[in-house]
């Protein structure tokens, strides 16, 4: 059985975007088997609503070069070869900035010696657990003073099972290499905004992702009534559709605050979140067709 991804995005932070990922969640677990992967691994905070048992850690790691400067001859070739300034030539020898690398073995493969390879460095932890009645779930954090969440987005995501009908993804906010990382794969993606100037700048940037991975998506506007109406303006321009609005309320606000899952709370949304993957579901299939 094939898994329907789904990732939920921002252009911004702040927006509901983990909100709505783990009322979802929560919502579909009652119905079908589901899989939920917080990919915001520099400040993972889905655990905090979906309040999982973490039963396996595993360390997140990258290859890096290690040059055995006996075996060396100081040809620069790595050096010219590695796109991230990750190693440096000083007279004849090869010096190696760890947290520059990206892991690509570019190095390794050029050296005309072999006196460069590789050797695992730990960049933070992933952990799987089960929250709730069956969800699945998955986290990863980066090492404080790491650069580089894109390798933890990806092993994370390597785990992914089959076995659940439904995959969410909790993206990262904003539009960096991590957000791609979490979406390029998703059969499709939620994008939460809020009516205001920076939700409307935010979410063109991350349209402009969506044009480029050639994700089918939708919006759901948060926080209704704190703007005006120029995002759903816009919206009609684009062939993405608002899937759904949910107001602004200060009792959203004490709930998300204690840690609660909102559809939980507010259980009117249940059926309007079950709505949104049919409707999911009847626009993948839509989109496949087209494609097919």
Known sequence: MSTIKIAIASGKGGTGKTMIATSLAACLD????VQFLDCDVEAP???LFLKPEIDSLQAAVILIPEVDQDACTACGKCVEVCEFHALAQMEDQILLFPQLCHGCGSCQRVCPVSAIHETPRQIGNLRFGKARS?????TGDLTISEPMPTPIIRQLKSHISGK??????????GASCAVVATVHDADFVILVTEPTPFGLHDLK????VLEQTGSPGGVIINRVGIGDVR???YLEHTSYPVMMKIPYLAEIAVV???GEVFSDKFPKYQAEFLDLFQEIKRMIKSEQQVCG
């Open 30 to 33: 009652k119905h079908v088997p």
């Open 45 to 47: 905070n889905a655990h």
């Open 134 to 138: 069956g969800i699945r779930f998955l």
């Open 164 to 173: 659940s009908m439904v995959t969410i993804l909790d993206s990262p906010p």
């Open 205 to 208: 940037q991350m349209l402009g």
């Open 231 to 233: 995002v759903e303006d």
């Open 256 to 258: 998300l605050a204690k």
